[in-house]
């Protein structure tokens, strides 16, 4: 049986990366956080002091590093940066501020693009990010856009942060949400948008549970037709 893929969009917070890995684990299928690889560059380019609107620069790094993700024990992308096990850094609010600025950059789509459709050519995959139905994966099985207000949003992101022992403002990160809105839906390649046969889900209100058995539904019903 041909490997089965489901697409997840949305902005940051709207809860994508919980949902998928839920989805993901009652499937029984691979879970991609493109965003992680995402992160993973802003994370080089942060250690290495490079700038992330650089695109020169950022590819360099991309050509001159060796970047693996591989899937975890837990069915849950793992990734390594010249060897090391970089997962467990790649949330905290100083890679968050420079994701914008890397996934802006059309070296850094293209490369990331192509590993991320390798690994749904040979897995079944629950896949979440910007793209993924109008880019990555535009024949996915189903297509999700989870989106929340920014509000609910920001709130959910502070939880994460303040459990993570970083310092920041409710303020603080819905401005740097709103901003990061703004830039993901207006950059020039792959903007933030939502594929024409995406079913959009408003997660505001809603229990990760409730949102996770919409997409189980949507899943079972593509599947028997």
């Known amino acids: 049986m041909s490997p089965i893929s489901v697409a997840i969009d949305g902005p940051a917070g709207a809860g994508k990366s919980t949902v998928a890995k839920l989805v993901a684990e009652r499937l ?134 303040q459990e993570q022992g970083f310092d920041i403002s409710l303020g603080e990160l819905i401005q740097s949400m709103a901003e990061r809105d703004r830039l993901d839906s207006e950059r020039e390649v792959a903007p933030l948008s939502i594929a024409d046969d995406a079913v959009k889900i408003d997660s505001t209100g809603k229990t990760i549970n409730g949102v996770v058995e919409e997409i189980l539904r949507l899943v079972e019903n593509a599947h028997v037709r």
């Open 28 to 161: 029984n299928f691979l879970y991609i956080d493109t965003g992680a690889m995402y992160r993973a560059v802003a994370y080089l380019c942060n250690k290495e002091q490079v700038d992330c609107s650089d695109g020169a620069a950022v590819s360099h790094l991309l050509r001159n590093h060796d970047f693996r993700f591989e899937e975890g024990h837990d069915m849950n992308l793992q990734v390594y940066i010249d060897g090391e096990d970089v997962t467990a850094h790649l949330r905290n609010p100083g890679v968050s501020k420079l994701v914008s600025l890397v996934a802006a950059l059309p070296e850094v789509r293209s490369r990331l693009t192509e590993w991320q459709r390798a690994f749904a050519v040979t897995h079944s995959v629950v896949m979440d990010g910007r793209d993924i139905g109008t880019v990555v994966l535009p024949h996915a099985t189903v297509k999700v856009f989870l989106t929340a207000n920014v509000e609910e949003r920001a709130r959910r992101r502070l939880k994460e942060y």
